[in-house]
């Protein structure tokens, strides 16, 4: 049978360099997209709608999935 929860010798995920360097990663592009929108707006495809609502969004999600 497969543990659900993981055992205290088991590592958790944030417990991982790299899935804290991806948190520290994700937290500064997403902060940029705040920071400077320009710099996304210009590499959205033309037939996207409300380009600077949608690189707020993206920036939002990324920092919620850095957290």
Do not use: K, N, Q
């Amino acid at each position: 049978m497969p543990r659900l929860m993981p055992s205290a010798d088991m590592p958790t995920l944030t417990s991982r360099p790299s899935a804290r360097a991806l948190g520290v990663v994700f937290t500064i592009a997403g902060s940029l997209h705040f920071a400077r929108p320009g710099m996304y707006e210009a590499i959205m495809p033309p037939y996207l709608p409300a380009h600077r609502e949608l690189v707020y969004l993206s920036g939002a999600a990324e920092v919620a999935g850095a957290i």
